[in-house]
């Protein structure tokens, strides 16, 4: 028997293809997410116009029987569909993404080095004083439509799916840890240096507008503390909760 939550369709990525003949342009995708230049990318532009076709030709009310998925490469492509999705049409898509990358200074220190937590709190809490400063000092403006796209986007909450052994994934939870933390102590702080990266403030002072891929103000994150297995394997979402799966999650979202 059916379950009455289950969507109509299912719309899902896949990632990183190895030993095949996308090899090669899977992982030059991968390098332009590296650089937080993918937005503009053939497969993710396709993949947007893609889902907005399939929605208006199936003429689904609010997009609420669809969800979408990835792992890996495919997280990061369903991941920029569903934020355009909310950000022009304000449909709120489910959206579960596996292993999606994250890329950040602080997740590159290592868990298991000496101070590893307090060298990441120095990285941090610097990095969100120096943003607030500039955005309040020089880029008003940029600052309020940076906050602006943030409460636009806050409604939607994709599920995020992250092992903390995973260095590919693992800096969104640097990222909503180390955001909420600082939101206790200086919420204008916090809410400068989430919404404020240095390559659109480079962009805005040079007159440049571009796309901001990087915005996920909320989020529910799935966290696997398993010390067992390959981390960023897929199959490790499929198995029951045991050695290899130990789950633990958090809903992380926006202040209003």
């Known amino acids: 028997r059916r379950n009455p939550s289950a969507p109509s369709y299912v719309v899902a990525f896949r990632g990183t293809m190895r030993r095949d003949a996308t090899t090669v342009g899977d992982m030059r995708l991968n390098l332009r997410i590296l650089l937080n230049a993918h937005h503009s990318c053939g497969r993710f532009s396709h993949a947007r116009e893609k889902v907005r076709e399939f929605l208006n030709s199936a003429a689904i009310p609010n997009g609420g029987l669809v969800w979408m998925a990835g792992h890996s490469l495919g997280a990061s492509i369903a991941l920029d569909v569903g934020r355009d999705m909310m950000a022009r049409r304000e449909l709120n898509i489910p959206t579960f993404l596996f292993n999606p990358p994250h890329v950040s200074l602080a997740s590159a220190i290592n868990d ?95 007159g440049m507008h571009k796309e901001r891929p990087h915005l996920l103000p909320s989020a529910m994150l799935w966290e696997n503390q398993s010390s067992v297995g390959n981390p960023h394997e897929l199959r490790q979402w499929w198995l029951p909760q045991g050695p290899e799966l130990v789950l633990s999650r958090k809903a992380y979202k926006w202040p209003a």
Not at 116 to 143: E, Q
Not at 158 to 169: E, G, Q, S, T
């Open 112 to 206: 298991e080095l000496p101070m590893a937590k307090m060298a990441k709190i120095v990285v941090t809490s610097s990095s969100y004083f120096f943003k607030h400063g500039l955005g309040t000092i020089l880029m008003k403006r940029h600052k309020e439509d940076m906050g602006e796209q943030f409460r636009q986007l806050s409604p939607w909450i994709p599920n995020l799916y992250v092992h903390r052994r995973d260095f590919i994934c693992k800096g969104f939870i640097d990222y909503f840890e180390q955001r909420e933390q600082m939101h206790k102590l200086l919420p204008g702080v916090a809410a400068s240096g989430t919404t404020l990266s240095y390559r659109d403030m480079c962009l805005f002072l040079f």
